[in-house]
């Protein structure tokens, strides 16, 4: 069984479906990589302009796979490189869309958080519960889970293996939207062909400044934004944009 599943549910957008339903998801060896591979393909694609990511409804992801950790040290660990796993989707130039039916906990919370746009449904639980197995998140739990809710609430969660309700996550501000009964895929793929047809450098511009913006002073993300929107005036796809408001027609974009 493939541990994670491709498909093309519409023009521009690629969903991959993690697959191992009676390990809750648990992001094996195996798993990570293909994830890793199917990132970097779908990065180069120019035919992809936003990517859902999604597990099932009983398990975004548990996590990482604690069977396969029981009897390995920090040099094992080391020699796995799963940065290198991680890196393809940090980098991915395209938007992310986290679609988080039932759990997402430990790495499964920190996939999540390596999305741009997180949809929950309303049964989606979160949580970074390492502390429990005597380790802790090693790739972005502490730090994006602080960024997302703040440092008080991120403490109280990561230091006592406390989970958030859909809801909760949402007012605390790590799911952009929560979602009635199974319908976080539906509208996470909704958002992903509103996305895959706008202007795709456009697309891209916002999502580089945003990121690069928030781990840099304001003055400096400011300069990188105004760059950006200048750049953006230079496109065919613009000149396509305003031409068609302006002629009250419909453009259709080439990402030039
Ligand atoms: N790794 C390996 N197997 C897992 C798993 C995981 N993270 N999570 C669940 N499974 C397996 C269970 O062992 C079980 O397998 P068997 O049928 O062979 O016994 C199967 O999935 C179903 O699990 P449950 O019976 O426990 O299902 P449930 O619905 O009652 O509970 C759950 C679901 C709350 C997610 C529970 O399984 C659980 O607490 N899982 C562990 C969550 C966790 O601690 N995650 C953090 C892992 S460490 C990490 O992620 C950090 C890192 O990167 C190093």
């Known amino acids: 069984m493939k541990p994670v599943i491709v498909e093309y549910p519409a023009e521009h957008v690629a969903l991959l479906r993690l697959n191992r339903p009676e390990a809750r998801n648990a992001l094996s060896t195996e798993l990570r990589v293909e994830l890793r591979d199917q990132f970097n393909r779908l990065s180069e694609d120019s035919s992809i302009r936003a990517i859902v990511i999604t597990g099932d409804m009983r398990a975004f992801a548990a996590g990482a796979d604690i069977k396969g950790m029981v009897d390995i040290g920090a040099a094992e660990m080391m020699a796995r490189n799963d940065e290198k796993n991680w890196a393809a989707i940090r980098n991915c130039p395209k938007p992310v869309i986290a679609a988080v039916d039932g759990y997402a906990l430990g790495g499964g919370c920190e996939l999540a958080m390596h999305a741009d746009i997180i949809i929950a449904g309303e049964a989606a639980i979160f949580g970074q519960p390492e ?13 994006r889970l602080a960024r997302a809710i703040g ?29 009635d009964g199974d319908g976080a895929v539906a509208e996470a793929l909704s958002v992903a062909g509103t996305i895959a047809a706008m202007p795709p450098l456009a697309v891209a511009e916002i999502k580089q400044v945003l990121l690069a913006g928030m781990e840099t002073n304001l003055e400096t993300a400011l300069m990188l934004e105004r760059r950006a929107a ?7 796809d613009k000149r396509a944009a305003m031409t068609a408001f302006v002629n009250k027609n419909k453009p259709s974009f080439t990402g030039s």
């Open 230 to 236: 200048y750049l953006l005036f230079e496109t065919d």
């Open 151 to 179: 440092k008080y609430r991120a403490m109280l969660m990561l230091l006592t293996a406390g989970t958030l309700t859909a809801q909760e996550a949402f007012a605390a501000g790590l799911v952009s939207k929560v979602v």
């Open 131 to 143: 502390v429990r197995l005597g380790i802790m998140p090693g790739a972005g739990g502490t730090q």
